[in-house]
């Protein structure tokens, strides 16, 4: 559950004001530029009048991102809920006359879908034997297992751990793609948001991408096991609406809910950047304890440079201006999975968690989400640059809302579409 913070985005405020955006040219009005004087030859630049309001991102495109496409998400998910129940319940009702005469529960569909699965997967292995025949027999057997091996326990999974195992696949091909050094350039620009960049659909796509193996493996298995419950919980919260409706899968439900959450994560990371990291980063790069000290006759040059305080201080300076001038793109599905945990803590209270590594006893889930959200909330307040804490609480707040309201509006979206 690591949303990592991509440490590319540079902003220089000499001879490169141009590459604040690391995709984009950032391009300044006329009247900004012109108050960017240097005072020298040599001198840096200094930043006067309203730079800092009439230069800074905008949030406004991705609020709208986030407001359409998780509503573009939320009723194309409906629209095919509806349409794949009512494709069930006719193959179902058509099996035999006992179904038209007697009512159909949740439950019924999805044993009737658990059979197709099955005797689709037993066709596929015929198929396979078949044209598996000029194979030695000695080989054959091996084959058996391996497809056993990987399609019985995707049988036996529900629809909720069948479709985290996609989006698990999912993410590890793009990870693959970032092993490739052609497409760096490409995947930086479209798979890491940048808050700096202007652009929207990177909160999507940002949320599948991730940095490193180890990135990719804990989301993996943190998805894999609160994925899974949060889509029990979602399908079992649709039994309990009012009216009942039918349901044949809550896939749909679960993935309108899982990139919806990870667009929102995203989307609080952008504005903490846009409205707290970049006036910061802004007022330090303005503050007069950043600029280097002027030296105007010889004498006081030869002075400034054998006074060893000076270049302490001097030294302190650059290292805390190299510190505090970049504001770094996030990557990677935390954000979604923070939305799980925090959806499953509420829905089953009485759960246990723990630690495969390092091993440790359970824990209440409550407690466990709590200590995460502190630890989130201290590295903020600490400035911790590693993980994108932002990313991590709203994803949490996400997961809170949801459960209050989500399912209701789920079903009334499936009640209208």
């Given at each position: 559950?690591?949303?990592?913070?991509a440490r590319g985005i540079s902003f220089k405020p000499y001879r490169s004001l141009r590459n604040l955006s690391y995709s984009r040219p950032l391009r300044l009005p006329r009247d900004v530029s012109q108050q960017l004087k240097p005072s020298g030859p040599t001198a840096p630049i200094e930043f006067e009048g309203t730079f800092a309001k009439s230069v800074k991102p905008t949030i406004r495109n991705q609020v709208l991102f986030f407001a359409l496409g998780s509503t573009s998400i939320l009723l194309y998910s409906a629209w095919a809920t509806n349409l794949d129940t009512a494709v069930v319940l006719e193959k179902l009702q058509a099996q035999s006359t006992i179904w038209q005469a007697q009512s159909i529960s949740n439950r019924d569909l999805r044993r009737f879908q658990q059979s197709e699965l099955v005797q689709q997967l037993r066709s596929?292995?015929?198929?396979?034997?078949?044209?598996?025949?000029?194979i030695p027999q000695v080989i054959r057997p091996y084959i058996t297992t391996i497809y056993l091996s990987v399609f019985q326990p995707y049988a036996d999974a529900s629809d909720g751990r069948r479709l985290c195992w996609k989006i698990c696949m999912l993410n590890a091909g793009i990870w693959f793609m970032w092993q490739f050094q052609r497409l760096?350039?490409?995947?930086?620009?479209s798979f890491i948001h940048h808050p700096l960049s202007g652009l929207s659909?990177?909160?999507?796509?940002?949320?599948?991408?991730?940095?490193?193996?180890?990135?990719?493996a804990f989301n993996c298995l943190a998805l894999e096991g609160f994925g899974s419950a949060a889509s029990t919980y979602l399908r079992q919260s649709q039994e309990k609406q009012d009216p009942s409706q039918l349901e044949s899968t809550s896939a749909y439900h679960f993935m309108t809910f899982f990139a919806s959450a990870g667009i929102f994560a995203s989307l609080v990371s952008h504005i903490a950047s846009a409205r707290i990291r970049y006036p910061k980063l802004v007022a330090q790069l303005t503050s007069p304890a950043s600029k280097p000290p002027v030296t105007e006759t010889w004498a006081s040059a030869v002075a400034a440079a054998a006074s060893s305080t000076t270049r302490s201080t001097a030294s302190s300076s650059a290292a805390a201006a190299a510190k505090a001038v970049s504001i770094p793109g996030s990557l990677g599905a935390s954000g979604a999975v923070y939305s799980c945990v925090t959806l499953v803590a509420l829905a089953y209270p009485g759960s246990q968690i723990s630690l495969i590594f390092p091993p440790m006893m359970p824990i209440d889930i409550q407690t466990g989400v709590m200590g995460l959200v502190a630890l989130d909330m201290f590295g903020i307040y600490r400035g911790w640059r590693m993980f994108d804490h932002w990313?991590?609480?709203?994803?949490?707040?996400?997961?809170?809302?949801?459960?209050?309201?989500?399912p209701r509006i789920w079903s009334s979206t499936r009640g209208v579409v």
């Open positions: 559950m690591l949303r990592l913070c596929t292995y015929k198929y396979l034997a078949t044209q598996a025949s000029e760096q350039p490409m995947m930086t620009r659909y990177t909160l999507l796509t940002s949320t599948f991408s991730h940095a490193s193996f180890l990135h990719l990313a991590h609480l709203g994803g949490a707040a996400f997961g809170a809302m949801y459960y209050y309201c989500g």
